[in-house]
């Protein structure tokens, strides 16, 4: 059997309205609706950009560097950490160009594991245990 709702609750259901939503708020805080900054912006900062490469020297050995660094960066972005840090730390180990061991270091810096991160994991690992202690102790 379907009840029906009480006269209150239909009244109380009838005055709910949906207000629009405002448009949200870019990083320059103004409004200008769904449209993404970056695309407007070609100059505004993406964290996965790397400057680009200085040309004043192009030896063979390192355009080959270059190249690879760039399909480092591209499985870096693509997010195959895997490959991008065993790629990485060949590039920083037997680089001849200065700059393609630089970027391979700093992208293997922001692979690194947070410190904090292992810090609060340890900390609820210790918590989990000594619960676990007293719960069957």
Do not use: H, Y
């Not at 709910?16 to 505004?44: H, I, L, V």
């Not at 840090?85 to 391979?104: I, M, N, Y």
């Amino acid at each position: 059997m379907i009840r029906k709702p009480k006269p209150e609750i239909k009244r109380f259901m009838a005055k709910r309205r949906k207000k629009p939503r405002p448009a949200p708020k870019t990083p320059d805080k103004s409004r200008r609706g769904s449209e993404s900054p970056d695309r407007d912006n070609p100059d505004s900062e993406d964290p996965l950009a790397l400057p680009a490469w200085d040309r004043s020297s192009s030896s063979p050995e390192e355009a080959d560097e270059r190249a690879r660094f760039d399909q480092t960066w591209e499985a870096f972005r693509r997010g195959d950490f895997r490959r991008c840090r065993a790629e990485a730390l060949v590039l920083a180990e037997d680089a001849t160009s200065g700059e393609v061991r630089r970027r391979a270091l700093d992208l293997l810096d922001r692979m690194r594991v947070d410190p904090l991160a292992l810090g609060m994991a340890a900390v609820a690992l210790a918590l989990l245990l000594m619960a676990v202690t007293w719960t069957f102790a």
